[in-house]
């Protein structure tokens, strides 16, 4: 992968640089993430308003609540704090950082989010829990170990 310079030269000055990361492209039409109104499907997508997700009408006539069409949220379709909008722009992120396909950068981010937290175990209740036992020390081990091969010693 190239490495960015950090500052280039623009007409005697040096001016620093930095990847851009585009916005996800939002619908005008029906508001909805990954295309714009100009490869908007009207058949799939209907003309939809921006504030309360429901079918298009009058910018005179007042909506009752917001709601999005891309999480079902309450808040308008165009809010940049919205879930989904978030998530676009970190696979944008990822797409553009990495240099990989789209595809391949919605399943980065699925495999980022899919890793485990290592559980947190309370050893005072694991009497509840027959499978969870607290961890051996190396000397407990040794020792273990000591005393099998005693009875292994003595039993022949």
Excluded: W
């Excluded at 490495?3 to 939002?26: G, L």
């Amino acid at each position: 992968m190239p490495i960015f310079p950090e500052k280039i030269k623009v007409a005697y000055e040096y001016v620093t640089t930095e990847i851009f990361i585009p916005s996800p492209f939002r619908c005008g039409i029906c508001y909805k993430l990954g295309h714009t109104k100009k490869r908007c499907d009207s058949q799939k997508n209907k003309p939809t308003c921006g504030f309360c997700g429901e079918a298009a009408h009058p910018s005179e006539q007042q909506c009752l609540r917001a709601k999005c069409v891309n999480c079902q949220g309450d808040h308008p379709s165009f809010s940049k704090s919205c879930p989904r909008f978030l998530e676009e722009k970190e696979i944008n992120a990822i797409r553009v950082t990495m240099r990989i396909l789209y595809s391949l950068a919605r399943e980065e981010l699925a495999r980022r989010k899919k890793i485990p937290q290592r559980p947190i175990v309370n050893y005072a209740s694991s009497s509840l829990h027959s499978n969870v036992r607290p961890p051996l020390s190396y000397a407990k081990v040794v020792q273990s170990t000591e005393m099998a091969a005693d009875l292994n010693l003595s039993s022949q």
